[in-house]
């Protein structure tokens, strides 16, 4: 085959040696493709990204190769490259017009996940859902390590997926959280699938019957000899199990058959008649009823797949979260100041609020996803002493409050750090700051994480000025 357009390859590469090869974004996927394509041997490499080179601080590193090149995002650049294969990162979709010009073009495209699940010589345990996708993976993952086995996590968390592939072989265990845009260009199923929840989420990207068929993707490819866990408390994803001849296992509040419920305020596994106790739901170290599903399907998921269970209930019991998900970061004159800035959608942080007895003061902001907010509301009117709205979308998410009679507190403002500054004003002793914005971070910075790093230091920052007026 000769390389460029002359015999260019109609599907996808079963090897890139030699190849001239494309990578869409240089974020944490793209990258990773890069890295993977250099060691692969690919001949030239070519990058296609919307920021300059003195804009990517972080991933020049990536860049120091004389067989990378870096080019502008736009069909007119791919089409003098004369590429054999096009990496695509997730969050780009089809309707990016360099993508659709590589469909137009006839150009195979693959993505790091699409060529994981075909190239990883070991089984695979894939979790997806809207909420609890991290905590989920993470339990599992410590669960088994626990257990006595070995055990990966990557994905949509952790070190690039294709980057770990060297160091698998058939014992190891892959956990993968699996979001909805890596489904996107899947196609293949993980042995086992679980689908933790399904509820209103990108609909600003999506129609509510894509975002779903998205979710399903993660089960479509599934045999009778693979493993589904799906739940028992979410209509949506439950629904799921129509869509695969899989073994099916279940977790729940409510009884069920086979996985892991909750009887009589206990955890407990179940198969058939066959019950074991894992640990009380007291024992729990995470806030929320949320979470609580998410030990749940947790449990599943490594029963499900017959790793030991006397493991559980102490990683249960120590587990204390990951960060971003209702992260205790100070308490300053008796407030509690929680960093929640995974909640990008609305329902997220519902749950949030449903974690604290204590007044909140929520903070409310970024971009917004055109999800509905009349729930969130009337749950803010409840539980809040003030909300606080600022980014992009800050006096929307706090309109459908201005109509009531008896609202709490409201005050817009622009920024993150005003925000703060603002709550800090309106706290009283025994409440908690919660950032648990419901909106989308691209406002104002690159992802949730970088947000609630800043909330973080934002915090602190407090912390130090109120010691010194001490």
Same mark, same amino acid.
């Given at each position: ?13 079963? $090897? ?53 090149? #870096? ?35 006839? #150009? ?23 909420? !609890? ?29 294709? *980057? ?32 933790? $929840?399904?509820?209103? $989420? ?31 408390? $979410? ?16 977790? !729940? ?9 909750? *009887? ?21 170290? #995470? ?59 609305? *329902? ?49 998410? #706090? ?72």
């Amino acid at each position: 085959m000769r390389i460029g357009n002359a015999e260019r390859p109609c599907t996808e590469p079963t $090897n890139f040696a030699g190849l001239r090869v494309g990578v869409l974004g240089l974020g944490i996927e793209g990258q990773d493709a890069v890295r993977f394509l250099k060691s692969e041997g690919a001949a030239v490499i070519t990058v296609f990204e919307r920021r300059a080179f003195d804009e990517l601080q972080d991933e020049q590193a990536t860049l120091a190769d004389d067989q990378i090149e #870096l080019l502008p995002d736009t069909p007119e650049a791919l089409a003098a490259q004369h590429l054999d294969a096009l990496f695509v990162s997730q969050g780009i979709l089809d309707s990016h017009p360099l993508v659709a010009s590589a469909h137009t073009q006839g #150009l195979p495209i693959s993505a790091t996940m699409r060529l994981f699940l075909q190239r990883c010589p070991a089984p695979v345990i894939g979790i997806t859902g809207s909420a !609890g996708k991290t905590t989920t993976t993470t339990l599992v993952h410590r669960i088994l390590q626990a257990a006595g086995m070995t055990a990966i996590a990557g994905g949509n968390i952790g070190a690039g997926v294709l *980057e770990q592939l060297p160091s698998i072989d058939r014992d190891t265990v892959v956990v993968l959280e699996i979001s909805h845009t890596q489904l996107l260009r899947t196609d293949r199923s993980p042995h086992l699938a679980a689908v933790l $929840n399904i509820a209103p $989420n990108h609909l600003d990207q999506f129609g509510w019957t894509d975002y779903v068929d998205l979710k399903r993707k993660l089960v479509r490819h599934q045999t009778p000899d693979d493993i589904v866990v799906l739940p028992t408390d $979410n209509a949506a994803a439950a629904a799921l199990a129509q869509d695969t001849p899989a073994q099916r296992y279940e977790f !729940g509040t409510g009884g069920g058959k086979r996985g892991a419920f909750v *009887e009589g305020g206990r955890i407990v596994w179940r198969d058939g008649s066959h019950v074991r106790e894992i640990a009380p739901v007291s024992a729990i170290a #995470l806030r929320g009823a949320h979470n609580v599903q998410n030990v749940l399907a947790a449990v599943a998921i490594v029963g499900a797949w017959g790793a030991p269970l006397d493991a559980a209930a102490s990683v249960i019991a120590a587990f204390r979260g990951v960060p971003q998900r209702l992260e205790e970061i100070a308490t300053i004159d008796a407030v509690l100041y929680v960093n929640d800035s995974i909640a990008t959608t609305p *329902e997220r942080t519902l749950a949030a609020l449903r974690s604290f007895k204590a007044p909140i003061v929520l903070l409310l902001g970024g971009r917004d996803k055109q999800l509905p907010l009349d729930a969130l509301a009337a749950e803010a009117r409840s539980r809040t002493r003030a909300v606080i709205g600022f980014g992009e979308a800050g006096a929307d998410f #706090l309109a459908p409050l201005a109509a009531d009679t008896d609202p709490p507190v409201t005050r817009v403002v622009g920024t993150l750090p005003e925000a703060v500054r603002a709550a800090y004003e309106l706290a009283q002793p025994g409440d908690v700051v919660l950032l648990s914005p419901a909106g989308a971070s691209f406002d104002a910075y690159p992802n949730f994480a970088a947000r609630g790093r800043h909330f973080m230091d934002l915090v602190r920052t407090l912390e130090v000025e109120h010691a010194r007026r001490r």
